[in-house]
């Protein structure tokens, strides 16, 4: 405002104790009534220093104003560090409560109920552009937090909380509303600035902090903000902060804007040591790809954590073009349905320096609401590590309509041996896709997956996938330890005849060419679910293709039970081919026993590793008995 006169609320409103307690050591030294009383209706200026002359300077020189409730002070006709001219008087904002308020500035935000219900118009509020920058210039220049109005307030004007031109340095600047949804920023950037960003974060700037608010755009293409680094720009934190309507991008790290023609990932494209940390934020963009976090630079993305975060719609969390160290703890990913392929993590085989390629998920609930909802596209090509843990997926299984057939974790090792990975805990629609995009590398690459439940697959190979390479490099194939995973088969009755699919088993080069396939053994309790099979029914369970079946184990602990039946069991395969029998030997339920057959049957069909365990008559299990299945796999 300092290019020309604004008129702002000049009547006189309780000057409040947080001024007070601001000017306590500098300016004010006498009792709040009798300040007030030298304050009128009139807005007569009051020269603090006519009634304090013995006190300490005061930090700005002139007179005191209060306008609408808010301080002011009176600088000197001709400076040019001045915030509002109000009757040819040139005044700044002064920091109430250690803080400087937007409202200060005569801007009111709307208060209504909604700002993301259908139909609402953000572009027809008034344009608080010039009030809303120069409140963050003098909040910043005082290094003061920047305080939002309640409601929604409209800006149309781009770098408007942050220009790319800002001189500071390791200042900080934190901005704050009253509630996430209580403090709402619409931003509408003019035609043809679409991508232009609010804030231009151009390695000027330490610690900048959001908290409490909600930014909001319907406009195409739109930009949060745009970040670059050469060794400032870093320790960034957003807290209670939600992003709403046709967001294109976040947060993107940038190449040097003085030198576009810089190679990303090389000397003097930036970011380095830049960090953020986004703590119970939130995003609803449902129509549109929103891209949250683009590394579009450097080969020194450091770390970037999402803790409790809920991002809802069309939306990838954080897509790595380089390294960085990516974490997630206890995220949500609901109303998750994009209209073509989208993942929530992606980072790409760009060259970066070594051993900065993490990307470590630990929590994450997943609404699988499209056959585009995917979770991971993994193709680092150098090392690090990727672990995948505790993702739960499983929150439209319930649906008989849904289909998920496609990949929801693709990870490729491309020239090189790839992340080491850990798969863990999870319980996945769809199916991991185990890539060589490359194979003139003998690196090995391997993973783990253990303790994970599928929810669409009956065979392992199906929801585990290895795309070996396209010619004879094995050294090139992943190896794939899988380890106590399973499947649910929906089945009208699977809760009395579940089919219990167990996987123990190496997929990929290492099981056919490294030597004898490990040992395994299954344990199985007949009467899971609260009921056994009954005479004549079947229970059945799915081994890995090709694994060789040795032995079948029958066991009873004794668990309190005082039944006297001896159970007696064959083992069938699905063309209904008896293996062997098994019994008690004669032993009661109530006494308690161990047995054991030998079966020696390569499972080289479907048919064949369906196996089906089938009680004969008289055998009615009510008590805990145990089939385990030894085999080579």
């Given at each position: 405002?300092?290019?020309?006169?604004?008129?702002?609320?000049?009547?006189?409103?309780?000057?409040?104790?947080?001024?007070?307690?601001?000017?306590?050591?500098?300016?004010?030294?006498?009792?709040?009534?009798?300040?007030?009383?030298?304050?009128?209706?009139?807005?007569?200026?009051?020269?603090?220093?006519?009634?304090?002359?013995?006190?300490?300077?005061?930090?700005?020189?002139?007179?005191?104003?209060?306008?609408?409730?808010?301080?002011?002070?009176?600088?000197?006709?001709?400076?040019?560090?001045?915030?509002?001219?109000?009757?040819?008087?040139?005044?700044?904002?002064?920091?109430?409560?250690?803080?400087?308020?937007?409202?200060?500035?005569?801007?009111?935000?709307?208060?209504?109920?909604?700002?993301?219900?259908?139909?609402?118009?953000?572009?027809?509020?008034?344009?608080?552009?010039?009030?809303?920058?120069?409140?963050?210039?003098?909040?910043?220049?005082?290094?003061?937090?920047?305080?939002?109005?309640?409601?929604?307030?409209?800006?149309?004007?781009?770098?408007?909380?942050?220009?790319?031109?800002?001189?500071?340095?390791?200042?900080?600047?934190?901005?704050?509303g009253h509630s996430m949804m209580g403090s709402v920023v619409f931003y509408q950037p003019p035609l043809g600035r679409e991508t232009e960003p609010m804030i231009w974060l151009d390695n000027n700037l330490v610690g900048l902090d959001g908290q409490d608010c909600r930014f909001m755009t319907q406009t195409a293409g739109a930009v949060f903000m745009r970040s670059y680094g050469a060794g400032v720009s870093q320790r960034h934190r957003f807290q209670r902060v939600d992003w709403s309507g046709t967001w294109a991008y976040g947060v993107t790290l940038e190449v040097d804007p003085d030198n576009p023609s810089?190679?990303?990932?090389?000397?003097?494209?930036?970011?380095?040591?830049?960090?953020?940390?986004?703590?119970?934020?939130?995003?609803?963009?449902?129509?549109?790809?929103?891209?949250?976090?683009?590394?579009?630079?450097?080969?020194?993305?450091?770390?970037?954590?999402?803790?409790?975060?809920?991002?809802?719609?069309?939306?990838?969390?954080?897509?790595?073009?380089?390294?960085?160290?990516?974490?997630?703890?206890?995220?949500?990913?609901?109303?998750?349905?994009?209209?073509?392929?989208?993942?929530?993590?992606?980072?790409?085989?760009?060259?970066?320096?070594?051993?900065?390629?993490?990307?470590?998920?630990?929590?994450?609930?997943?609404?699988?609401?499209?056959?585009?909802?995917?979770?991971?596209?993994?193709?680092?090509?150098?090392?690090?590590?990727?672990?995948?843990?505790?993702?739960?997926?499983?929150?439209?299984?319930?649906?008989?309509?849904?289909?998920?057939?496609?990949?929801?974790?693709?990870?490729?090792?491309?020239?090189?041996?790839?992340?080491?990975?850990?798969?863990?805990?999870?319980?996945?629609?769809?199916?991991?896709?185990?890539?060589?995009?490359?194979?003139?590398?003998?690196?090995?690459?391997?993973?783990?997956?253990?303790?994970?439940?599928?929810?669409?697959?009956?065979?392992?190979?199906?929801?585990?996938?290895?795309?070996?390479?396209?010619?004879?490099?094995?050294?090139?194939?992943?190896?794939?330890?899988?380890?106590?995973?399973?499947?649910?088969?929906?089945?009208?009755?699977?809760?009395?005849?579940?089919?219990?699919?167990?996987?123990?088993?190496?997929?990929?080069?290492?099981?056919?060419?490294?030597?004898?396939?490990?040992?395994?053994?299954?344990?199985?309790?007949?009467?899971?679910?609260?009921?056994?099979?009954?005479?004549?029914?079947?229970?059945?369970?799915?081994?890995?293709?090709?694994?060789?079946?040795?032995?079948?184990?029958?066991?009873?602990?004794?668990?309190?039970?005082?039944?006297?039946?001896?159970?007696?069991?064959?083992?069938?395969?699905?063309?209904?081919?008896?293996?062997?029998?098994?019994?008690?030997?004669?032993?009661?339920?109530?006494?308690?026993?161990?047995?054991?057959?030998?079966?020696?049957?390569?499972?080289?069909?479907?048919?064949?590793?369906?196996?089906?365990?089938?009680?004969?008559?008289?055998?009615?299990?009510?008590?805990?008995?145990?089939?385990?299945?030894?085999?080579?796999?």
């Amino acid at each position: 405002m300092a290019n020309g006169e604004r008129t702002i609320d000049q009547s006189t409103s309780p000057l409040i104790d947080d001024l007070i307690g601001h000017y306590d050591e500098t300016l004010v030294r006498i009792p709040r009534t009798d300040f007030m009383n030298l304050i009128d209706s009139a807005f007569k200026p009051v020269s603090v220093g006519e009634f304090l002359a013995s006190s300490p300077a005061p930090r700005g020189t002139g007179a005191l104003h209060v306008a609408g409730g808010y301080p002011f002070v009176e600088v000197s006709s001709a400076s040019t560090d001045y915030d509002v001219m109000v009757g040819g008087l040139k005044l700044q904002l002064v920091p109430m409560g250690g803080e400087i308020h937007v409202e200060a500035l005569g801007v009111a935000g709307e208060l209504i109920q909604n700002t993301i219900s259908a139909g609402y118009d953000g572009s027809v509020l008034p344009d608080y552009s010039a009030e809303v920058a120069v409140a963050a210039n003098r909040a910043r220049a005082l290094r003061c937090p920047l305080v939002l109005p309640r409601g929604v307030i409209r800006v149309v004007d781009p770098e408007v909380l942050l220009p790319r031109d800002y001189a500071g340095n390791v200042n900080g600047f934190k901005i704050r509303g009253h509630s996430m949804m209580g403090s709402v920023v619409f931003y509408q950037p003019p035609l043809g600035r679409e991508t232009e960003p609010m804030i231009w974060l151009d390695n000027n700037l330490v610690g900048l902090d959001g908290q409490d608010c909600r930014f909001m755009t319907q406009t195409a293409g739109a930009v949060f903000m745009r970040s670059y680094g050469a060794g400032v720009s870093q320790r960034h934190r957003f807290q209670r902060v939600d992003w709403s309507g046709t967001w294109a991008y976040g947060v993107t790290l940038e190449v040097d804007p003085d030198n576009p023609s810089a190679v990303p990932g090389g000397t003097g494209s930036g970011n380095n040591n830049s960090e953020y940390i986004f703590e119970n934020c939130a995003a609803g963009v449902y129509n549109n790809h929103f891209i949250f976090l683009y590394g579009n630079s450097s080969d020194q993305n450091l770390n970037y954590h999402f803790r409790s975060c809920a991002f809802w719609g069309w939306v990838t969390w954080a897509w790595m073009n380089y390294g960085g160290h990516v974490y997630v703890e206890q995220g949500d990913a609901s109303g998750y349905a994009p209209n073509e392929e989208c993942f929530l993590f992606v980072t790409r085989n760009t060259g970066h320096a070594q051993g900065i390629c993490s990307l470590h998920i630990d929590g994450l609930r997943v609404e699988h609401k499209s056959n585009h909802a995917l979770i991971a596209d993994i193709s680092w090509g150098d090392y690090g590590s990727v672990s995948l843990k505790r993702i739960d997926g499983s929150s439209q299984s319930f649906k008989s309509e849904r289909v998920l057939n496609n990949s929801v974790i693709r990870i490729a090792a491309v020239n090189n041996p790839s992340p080491q990975t850990v798969i863990e805990g999870c319980d996945l629609m769809g199916y991991i896709d185990f890539r060589t995009a490359s194979a003139t590398y003998g690196g090995m690459p391997r993973a783990v997956v253990r303790d994970t439940t599928f929810r669409d697959f009956e065979f392992v190979e199906d929801a585990i996938r290895v795309t070996p390479a396209s010619h004879s490099n094995f050294g090139a194939n992943w190896s794939v330890e899988v380890v106590n995973c399973r499947t649910i088969i929906d089945e009208a009755d699977r809760m009395y005849h579940p089919r219990h699919v167990p996987w123990d088993c190496n997929r990929g080069y290492l099981a056919r060419a490294a030597g004898a396939p490990p040992k395994m053994r299954q344990h199985f309790c007949l009467n899971q679910f609260g009921s056994a099979p009954a005479a004549g029914d079947d229970f059945k369970v799915v081994l890995p293709i090709n694994a060789l079946l040795l032995k079948v184990h029958l066991e009873c602990s004794n668990r309190g039970s005082s039944s006297s039946i001896v159970p007696e069991y064959e083992i069938r395969d699905a063309d209904g081919i008896v293996l062997g029998t098994i019994n008690s030997g004669g032993a009661t339920l109530s006494a308690g026993f161990w047995t054991e057959i030998t079966i020696q049957k390569r499972l080289s069909t479907n048919n064949k590793r369906i196996l089906s365990v089938v009680p004969s008559a008289g055998t009615s299990v009510s008590a805990g008995v145990g089939l385990w299945l030894e085999y080579l796999a």
